[in-house]
Nanobody
Framework: QVQLVESGGGLVQPGGSLRLSCAASGSIFTFYAMAWYRQAPGKQRELVARITFLGRTTYADSVKGRFTISRDNAKSTVYLQMNSLKPEDTAVYYC?????????WGQGTQVTVSS
């Protein structure tokens, strides 16, 4: 059983930065694509960024140039560096691990961007 534990959320002013972390259990981390999704109130969950086990990254258009996803396979951890945050980035952010038909989710961490 894979467990994903997110941390790093909180309240930040517009223009500020936060770094989210997601620690994964098990040695399988290296072979899984890792991603961050977010869900705002009343909206569907959406993909924010993904990184393959080879390090290839993709981003939602809304966060390109502001967010950076990275992974440390030795620490079984994936990060999301969020800069120039906007009120519309407010959401619960979820960590996701996927390989083939296997998929796991973290419990989510709240990010609120407000003055």
């Amino acid at each position: 059983q894979v467990q994903l534990v997110e941390s790093g959320g909180g309240l930040v002013q517009p223009g500020g930065s936060l770094r989210l972390s997601c620690a994964a259990s098990g040695s399988i981390f290296t072979f899984y694509a890792m991603a961050w999704y977010r869900q705002a109130p009343g909206k569907q969950r959406e993909l924010v960024a993904r990184i393959t086990f080879l390090g290839r990254t993709t981003y939602a258009d809304s966060v390109k140039g502001r967010f950076t996803i990275s992974r440390d396979n030795a620490k079984s951890t994936v990060y999301l560096q969020m800069n120039s945050l906007k009120p519309e980035d407010t959401a619960v952010y979820y960590c996701n691990a996927a390989k083939g038909s296997d998929e796991y989710w973290g419990q989510g961490t709240q990010v609120t961007v407000s003055s």
